[in-house]
């Protein structure tokens, strides 16, 4: 599903993240990275972010972050973990 902004594609993200019970080293990073300068048209960012915790247990799995800018302006993004 597409978003018309990308701070709306990055919460998609985060709810994702949530939903797999998935818990950041650095809770602030995905903003710090994907909120600084924007994105082009017809760019694909791809980012990992490591975990501290998934299901409530310790693991050694990142949090990986995948958006595209379309040509239409609108943002596409694709999170798993693993």
């Known amino acids: 599903m597409n978003q018309e902004t990308l701070s709306a594609a ?3 993200c985060r709810v994702n993240l ?3 019970r998935g818990v ?3 809770p602030d990073a995905i903003a ?3 909120m ?3 994105m082009r048209y017809d760019e694909v960012r791809r980012e990992s972010f490591e975990l501290a915790t ?3 247990k310790n693991t ?3 949090f990986h972050i995948v958006i595209t800018r379309l040509d239409s302006g609108r943002y ?3 999170s798993y973990c693993c």
């Open 54 to 56: 998934l299901k409530g």
């Open 32 to 34: 710090e990275v994907f």
């Open 76 to 78: 596409e993004s694709v």
């Open 36 to 38: 600084m300068g924007g």
């Open 18 to 20: 949530q939903e797999s």
């Open 60 to 62: 050694r799995s990142w």
């Open 24 to 26: 950041l080293v650095n």
């Open 10 to 12: 990055l919460d998609i």
